[in-house]
């Protein structure tokens, strides 16, 4: 018996420990919301003249955040079901109390028969409530299918919209620079960066699928052919000299599965170099 | 069987694995001179640096289906200076968070006969091309703005063509494993030279 007595009272002193923590929570990010309406009241009414749109925006996107995060404090897992607490006033007195004026910042000096009623209020104004039964009926009147529905073209109207307005802006910043000149080609940086990977368009006995803009393949086989016995020399230098037969026969194989180039410019190249391909 | 990506890699062998982090971009040649303006305002004062540089790059196969890349690198303004040797192994993508490509980078300084050396080792050349263009630095991060000139006599580094009217721009910094905050660093640099040159992460697989 003693075990569940004790078990419920740490149950018990957990859910108050994490009563606490909530409403701390709570408390500052309200804290938070108040002061950030309160300086948007501020910029409105004192600063309205040299108010520009973009600043406007910007104060709603900070309140609209702190709701959020608002929203997401009280759905957080670990916040108790603030419904299930019940708030009752055990004293009500007609004279200053000089605790509640500290905390609530001066705003509420007394705790007294007219306050309470307005302070802790759960039900919402009465046309609010109205407004909320109308919605509600409204709501229920459609019909599943017809909301879905209805969800779907709004979601497809607010991505279309946005579609067009960054497309939109795309073009006016490429539009305004079409006149300037381009600083550069994104075709190019490819070329370059496949070069230098991995000899893109570099090798001069590959067939190279891609050279640079502006570079054929052509005028660079014929170079080739002329300074075939230079790569004779190159190759010999490095190598023992009896492999050379061998790999030329090789090559000469390896010329016929490969051939995209003309046959005789292959074969003068394959005889003369020692490709990597076969060792 | 994959081995694990390197930067989880612990220190092995008394060295430290050393990542080449990098980002790359294209400069059309009218708008160099800006790009270089730029650049020198930008990065640390120090007298302007050009480079004309011979890189040839050198394959191994074995038994396994990709062969293993080397690439020697030589100053051809600057006699005397040593040879360059490089390993640069598999960029480590799938990181979306990482906003530069990141590679396993060995770099060694050697003598000039690696040619030679290589040759005999089994490498044999698969391409080679000269690189021409300017160095500048910031801080840890080296900026290069270089053009590549393919050779059209293997060899003869004299009869060379340019690849393409752009020139070729890389970020680079050589840091130890695992400093991803470098990554940061250099995309707010590549920030600053927006819109003249746009640099990025750029997977050269995709472009095989």
């Given at each position: ?18 009563l ?5 929570a709570?408390?500052s ?8 309406l ?28 702190q ?11 670990k ?8 708030i009752?006033?055990?004293v ?17 000096p007394?705790?007294?028969?007219e ?15 109205e ?34 307005i ?13 006149p ?5 080609n ?8 496949a070069?230098?990977?991995f000899?893109?368009g ?6 190279s ?19 075939a016995?230079?790569?004779q ?5 490095g ?5 050379q ?8 194989a ?11 410019i292959k ?13 | ?24 971009g ?14 020198r ?45 490089r ?20 770099d ?11 040759m ?8 080679e ?62 920030e ?10 750029i ?6």
């Amino acid at each position: 018996m003693r075990h569940s007595h004790t078990y419920l009272f740490l149950l018990v002193q957990r859910e108050e420990k994490q009563l606490e923590a909530s409403l701390d929570a709570l408390l500052s990010q309200v804290a938070d919301l108040k002061n950030s309406l309160g300086s948007f009241i501020y910029k409105l009414e004192n600063e309205y003249d040299r108010l520009t749109w973009p600043s406007v925006l910007d104060s709603f996107a900070l309140l609209s955040g702190q709701l959020n995060t608002l929203n997401k404090v009280l759905k957080h897992e670990k916040t108790p079901l603030f419904r299930n607490q019940v708030i009752i006033p055990l004293v009500l007195s007609p004279d200053r109390d000089e605790d509640l004026m500290r905390q609530t910042e001066g705003r509420v000096p007394v705790f007294s028969h007219e306050v309470v009623p307005d302070h802790l209020r759960t039900k919402p104004d009465p046309e609010v409530e109205e407004q909320e039964k109308q919605l509600t009926t409204d709501a229920a009147r459609i019909g599943a299918d017809a909301a879905q529905k209805q969800i779907q073209s709004l979601n497809k109207m607010c991505s279309n919209l946005l579609e067009k307005i960054s497309k939109e802006e795309r073009e006016s910043e490429s539009g305004g620079l079409r006149p300037n000149k381009q600083t550069f080609n994104p075709a190019d940086t490819n070329a370059l960066v496949a070069a230098v990977a991995f000899g893109k368009g570099l090798s001069n006995w590959r067939p190279s699928g891609s050279s640079g803009p502006g570079q054929p393949g052509q005028p660079g086989t014929g170079p080739i052919l002329a300074g075939a016995s230079g790569l004779q020399q190159v190759q010999m230098a490095g190598a023992p000299s009896q492999q050379q037969p061998l790999l030329s026969g090789v090559q000469m194989a390896q010329a016929g599965q490969t051939g995209k180039m003309p046959s005789g410019i292959k074969t003068n190249i394959k005889s003369a170099s020692m490709h990597p391909y076969q060792r | 069987m994959e081995a694990p990506p390197v930067t989880m890699m612990p220190v092995t062998g008394g060295t430290i694995n050393m990542m080449e982090y990098l980002l790359q971009g294209s400069v059309l040649d009218h708008s160099l001179e800006s790009l270089i303006h730029r650049l020198r305002g930008l990065c640390d004062n120090m007298e302007p640096e050009t480079f004309l540089d011979h890189e040839m790059v050198f394959l191994l196969k074995g038994q396994q289906a990709s062969p293993f890349v080397l690439r020697a690198r030589r100053s051809m303004d600057r006699g005397g200076a040593p040879w360059h040797l490089r390993y640069l192994g598999q960029p480590e993508m799938g990181d979306k968070n990482r906003h530069a490509l990141v590679r396993n980078c060995v770099d060694i300084a050697t003598s000039e006969n690696l040619t030679d050396f290589l040759m005999e080792m089994g490498f044999r050349m698969d391409h080679e091309f000269v690189a021409k263009g300017h160095l500048f630095r910031k801080g840890i991060m080296k900026i290069m703005v270089y053009k590549i000139f393919r050779i059209l006599v293997p060899g003869n580094t004299d009869s060379t063509e340019a690849l393409s009217l752009s020139y070729l721009v890389e970020l680079s910094v050589v840091a130890p494993a695992g400093q991803d905050m470098v990554s940061d660093d250099m995309r707010n640099f590549a920030e600053q030279l927006k819109p003249l040159v746009h640099l990025e992460k750029i997977d050269p697989k995709r472009l095989m």
